[in-house]
């Protein structure tokens, strides 16, 4: 089992950035991919972004060029770097450690809100 916790949320204005971090409770260096992502009051959850174990990312379009992923294996952490933030992007982020098809384990979130 993996728990997964994330941190780094918070209210920022429009403009603004933040960055979220996710910490794993095992290593995740052989885990297929980690990813983020949000869900917004009334809205499906939607993935935002994406890392696999070789590092290849894939991005929801509405935050490709302002949003990256990346990890950090030696320290169990999965990043995501917000930049220009909008308050659409205003959501519960959720980090989530992709195994297998099977296996599949999320955070609990972190709030997100961007003022206008």
């Known amino acids: 089992q993996v728990q997964l916790v994330e941190s780094g949320g918070g209210l920022v204005p429009a403009g603004g950035s933040l960055r979220l971090s996710c910490a794993a409770s095992t290593s995740i260096s052989s885990i297929r991919a980690m990813g983020w992502y949000r869900q917004a009051p009334g809205k499906q959850r939607e993935m935002v972004a994406r890392i696999t174990r070789s590092g290849t990312t894939n991005y929801n379009d509405s935050v490709k060029g302002r949003f990256t992923i990346s990890r950090d294996n030696a320290k169990n952490t999965v990043y995501l770097q917000m930049n220009s933030l909008k308050p659409e992007d205003t959501a519960r982020y959720t980090c989530?450690?992709?195994?297998?098809?099977?296996?599949?384990?999320w955070g609990l979130g972190t709030q997100v809100t961007v003022s206008s």
């Open positions: 989530n450690a992709d195994l297998s098809d099977i296996y599949k384990y």
